[in-house]
């Protein structure tokens, strides 16, 4: 298979990537970084292996379109992360524009493409949601409201533009995704290290998460799945409470979880961006478990013993 990937150097892009590289398939990363429509073969993938193609994400298309001709499947995961700094209205719009912008250049590439691909998975998260901890939210839940909210389904509608006969669109509704190596996990280890981990806020909110490797195989198998198509969650079958989640990752770490982080305090300390971890949202992969996916670590528990190997 060809398969492109936006976003390809990312927590979750660089090891789809190394996964699709030691398959034998050909892999082509949309980077910032080269000048648009140049091209690099990485050393050491092996051939066909990973070859980083540079674009601009502005919301048009540009040379770097023709690399996506006769691609089996592109995947988009661009976008800055959501928790590297507060939530300033220039930090809004950047989270805003990097992920409208390069989502609809993405889609104007594919309509305009000779031999479009058969599937666009285009990133999308959970924070598409209401905050809800008592019913659970599944892919025919409705939105919620707020930045974030409005954020993901503008980012949807993106995507949906490059929906054809031909190509199947889906969006990936991404939980946390955890893994000891970076993303959230290691700032959640950090106070327990310490002997200073605990819950947050209440610790009755819910945390919606997903394994990494979990992550990486559910995106393959919506590749191989025609019946895959629009609204997917991503994230683990069983999600739990703040204090659920202290508890589970204290024992893996074989540390305290005695020091509770004041929901005050955070929003002190973080402001806008508090509310999501305040808030809570308890969403469960509908779609996936309905067309047959099996998660690997569907709780937490097997999560933290396969990410620390005990």
Same mark, same amino acid.
């Given at each position: 298979? *060809?398969?492109?990937?936006?976003?390809?150097?990312?927590?979750?892009?660089?090891?789809?990537?190394?996964?699709?590289?030691?398959?034998?398939?050909?892999?082509?990363?949309?980077?910032?970084?080269?000048?648009?429509?140049?091209?690099?073969?990485?050393?050491?993938?092996?051939?066909?292996?990973?070859?980083?193609?540079?674009?601009?994400?502005?919301? *048009?298309?540009?040379?770097?379109?023709?690399?996506?001709?006769?691609?089996?499947?592109?995947?988009?995961?661009?976008?800055?992360?959501?928790?590297?700094?507060?939530?300033?209205?220039?930090?809004?719009?950047? @989270?805003?524009?990097?992920?409208?912008?390069?989502?609809?250049?993405? /889609?104007?590439?594919?309509?305009?493409?000779? *031999?479009?691909?058969?599937?666009?998975?285009?990133?999308?998260?959970?924070?598409?949601?209401?905050?809800?901890?008592?019913?659970?939210?599944?892919?025919?839940?409705?939105?919620?409201?707020?930045?974030? /909210?409005? @954020?993901?389904?503008?980012? +949807?509608?993106?995507?949906?533009?490059?929906?054809?006969?031909?190509?199947?669109?889906?969006?990936?509704?991404?939980?946390?995704?955890? +893994?000891?190596?970076?993303?959230?996990? %290691?700032?959640?280890?950090? %106070?327990?290290?310490?002997?200073?981990?605990? *819950?947050?806020?209440?610790?009755?909110?819910?945390?919606?998460?997903?394994?990494?490797?979990?992550?990486?195989?559910?995106?393959?198998?919506?590749?191989?799945? %025609? #019946?895959?198509?629009?609204?997917?969650?991503?994230?683990?079958?069983?999600?739990?409470?703040?204090?659920?989640?202290?508890?589970?990752?204290?024992?893996?770490?074989?540390?305290?979880?005695?020091?509770?982080?004041?929901?005050?305090?955070?929003?002190?300390?973080?402001?806008?961006?508090? #509310?999501?971890?305040?808030?809570?949202?308890?969403?469960?992969?509908?779609?996936?478990?309905?067309?047959?996916?099996?998660?690997?670590?569907?709780?937490?528990?097997?999560?933290?013993?396969?990410?620390?190997?005990?």
């Amino acid at each position: 298979m *060809k398969v492109v990937i936006a976003g390809g150097t990312g927590f979750l892009g660089s090891p789809l990537a190394e996964a699709y590289a030691e398959e034998g398939h050909e892999v082509l990363v949309l980077t910032r970084s080269l000048m648009s429509g140049d091209s690099r073969h990485d050393p050491g993938t092996g051939v066909p292996g990973i070859t980083r193609v540079g674009w601009t994400a502005d919301g *048009k298309t540009g040379s770097w379109a023709a690399h996506l001709e006769a691609a089996d499947a592109i995947v988009n995961l661009s976008g800055d992360a959501l928790d590297r700094g507060r939530w300033t209205p220039q930090r809004k719009a950047r @989270l805003r524009d990097g992920r409208i912008l390069a989502t609809r250049s993405l /889609a104007a590439a594919i309509l305009s493409a000779a *031999k479009p691909p058969a599937v666009f998975v285009s990133g999308s998260g959970v924070d598409y949601y209401a905050s809800s901890n008592s019913v659970p939210s599944t892919e025919s839940s409705p939105p919620g409201t707020g930045f974030l /909210a409005h @954020l993901c389904k503008d980012w +949807e509608a993106e995507a949906a533009r490059a929906e054809s006969p031909g190509t199947r669109v889906v969006l990936l509704r991404t939980g946390i995704a955890l +893994e000891r190596s970076g993303g959230a996990l %290691p700032r959640m280890m950090l %106070p327990f290290r310490f002997f200073v981990g605990g *819950k947050i806020g209440s610790g009755h909110q819910y945390f919606s998460w997903i394994h990494r490797l979990d992550w990486v195989e559910l995106v393959r198998w919506i590749v191989l799945t %025609p #019946e895959a198509k629009g609204p997917i969650n991503a994230v683990a079958p069983e999600p739990v409470t703040n204090r659920e989640l202290s508890r589970a990752l204290s024992n893996a770490l074989h540390r305290p979880s005695l020091v509770p982080v004041p929901g005050v305090a955070l929003r002190i300390a973080l402001g806008e961006l508090a #509310e999501p971890l305040l808030g809570g949202q308890r969403v469960i992969p509908a779609r996936a478990l309905a067309l047959g996916y099996h998660f690997r670590y569907p709780d937490i528990y097997q999560a933290f013993r396969g990410i620390f190997g005990e």
